[in-house]
């Protein structure tokens, strides 16, 4: 069975800019959630999406977007580009989300300028 | 609001010696809690979970909830086992709150 895929795997934007950012999960899978990894804080937890619905939402400020399509994938935008913004993006899938296993994507490194 | 601790940054030992990673949390409800991995180069993967009991790569973790903890323990380290191990905690939908990870050097 495929992993969960992410694309691009690297992104180099400047400040002020806007970023899309695409998961595609687990064949089965229905819940998709999206995490930032960065040296001085480590992985924090974006948002979780099931059927289409954000279920779960983190501590970030409202440029950070994202939605799920009808076929599980998941896209997360980055809008109005910070310097800190600079980070690992982690994908993870699960089956339904209920206090599950998640399964991780390799990530996309997004480096702003 | 729930939290995960990795004390150690850092731990280096020798092959052949026992190993003991620390996590403790802080939740109010019935936590369940996670081992990730990631080795070089590679994505995060589950090691283990609580709730499988399992011991996986000859690593154990048992939950103490008397002392909120979740310790990861392998009797003989390997060159191998070298990675970066995160304690993490799922408090709803797939939501993981992760401790800041230890980094493990096993030594020939």
């Known amino acids: 069975k495929a992993g969960v895929t992410q694309t691009p795997r690297y992104l180099i934007k400047t400040r002020g800019q806007q970023v899309t950012l695409s998961c595609s999960p687990i064949s089965g899978h229905r819940s998709v959630s999206w995490y930032q990894q960065t040296p001085g804080q480590g992985l924090q937890f974006l948002f979780e999406y099931f059927s289409e619905t954000q279920r779960n939402k983190g501590n970030f400020p409202g440029r950070f977007s994202g939605r799920q399509f009808s076929n599980s994938r998941s896209e997360m935008n980055v809008s109005t580009l910070e310097l800190g913004d600079s980070a690992l993006y982690l994908c993870?899938?699960?089956?339904?989300?209920?206090?599950?296993?998640?399964?991780f994507g390799p990530g996309t490194r997004l480096l702003v300028l | 609001a729930q939290r995960v601790t990795q004390p150690e940054k850092l731990l280096s030992v020798f092959k052949g010696a026992p190993v003991e990673l620390k996590c403790n949390y802080s939740?109010?409800?019935?936590?369940?809690l996670f081992w990730y991995v990631q080795y070089s180069r590679q994505r995060l993967q589950l090691l283990l979970r609580?709730?499988s009991r399992e011991s996986i790569k000859g690593f154990t973790a048992d939950l103490n909830k008397g002392e909120t903890s979740f310790h990861l323990k392998k009797p003989f380290a390997q060159e191998e086992d070298s990675a970066m191990y995160y304690c993490?905690?799922?408090?709803?939908?797939?939501?993981?709150?992760f401790g800041k990870g230890t980094m493990l050097l096993v030594s020939p």
């Open positions: 939740y109010s409800g019935s936590p369940e």
């Open positions: 993490a905690l799922n408090s709803g939908y797939s939501t993981l709150t």
């Open positions: 609580h709730i």
């Open positions: 993870a899938s699960a089956r339904s989300g209920q206090r599950e296993t998640q399964y």
